[in-house]
């Protein structure tokens, strides 16, 4: 059986083999068997975690892995793309991203935000990438989610292709997000207790819009949470997905894959 973390962020504090060992240990402990494979994307955030998914990629079997920016570091970013350009012309690179727009906080880089994440999509449509984005705002608000409802509708309309990851909004923002074409990636977080939003879209997401993903090492899932989290515990989200959807695990991790796999146009 094939597996698909479609979102994991490598730290190159330690290196790629310890950190390709303990997603093995991890991947044992949460129900993989030797005869699973486990594809893993790990995601670009910035300039340097950019290439250190790079690094990753070409030490991982079958790894891929995406550059962008992060909107936390939409601010620093001095505008020069000729690098990044580079960088997403990698035969592993597979995807812009990760971009997006972080509302949490309040403060005064929304509209350099919005103006990097506008950069960002037209190098996705010029290098003909796929776009990982980042949507996230302050609970009971919706504002990131208008501001990217309008920039996806544009961005999808011109041939673009993307998905809005460790989706936490609403049913009526995934159904406009969905509307759109986008896809849809679900973290840990649908094992929260507190999180029964997450539950509910993620049992109506249609089958092949559908992604899972760890967004490792945040947001480990339950039973592990306050630990470190690892693109080996992609089980845990599958069993969690498989329970909402009122189908099997296997299913699950078959149809996530495949969905992966067209997402990064892996063939």
């Not at 960002?120 to 609970?139: K, V």
């Amino acid at each position: 059986m094939i597996y698909f973390d479609s979102h994991f962020h490598y730290s190159p504090e330690e290196s790629v083999e310890t950190t390709m060992e303990k997603i093995r240990t991890a991947f044992a402990a949460a129900g993989g068997l030797e005869t699973d494979e486990l594809r893993i994307a790990a995601v670009g955030g910035g300039w340097q975690e950019s290439l250190a998914a790079r690094d990753f990629a070409r030490q991982y079997p079958n790894g891929i892995f995406t550059a962008g920016i992060h909107p936390g570091g939409a601010a620093d970013f001095p505008g020069n793309t000729g690098e990044f350009r580079e960088l997403l012309r990698d035969p592993l690179c597979r995807a812009a991203g990760e971009l997006g727009l972080d509302y949490f906080y309040d403060g005064d880089t929304r509209s350099r935000q919005l103006e990097v994440l506008e950069i960002f999509l037209q190098l996705a449509l010029d290098e003909n990438l796929p776009a990982i984005l980042h949507c996230r705002d302050q609970e009971g608000v919706f504002t990131a989610c208008e501001d990217m409802s309008r920039l996806t509708a544009w961005f999808t309309g011109m041939g673009g292709r993307a998905v809005v990851h460790c989706f936490t909004g609403s049913t009526a923002w995934a159904e406009c997000f969905l509307a759109q074409g986008c896809m849809l990636g679900v973290t840990g977080i649908v094992t929260f207790g507190r999180a029964a939003n997450v539950r509910e879209v993620a049992a109506m997401i249609p089958e092949d819009r559908l992604l899972a993903e760890t967004d490792s090492p945040y947001l480990a899932p339950i039973p592990l949470r306050g630990t470190i989290n690892t693109a080996g515990n992609i089980p845990y989200v599958i069993r969690k997905l498989a329970e909402v959807r009122q189908d099997t695990p296997e299913h699950i991790a078959d149809v996530t894959a495949r969905n992966a796999m067209k997402f990064y146009q892996l063939g």
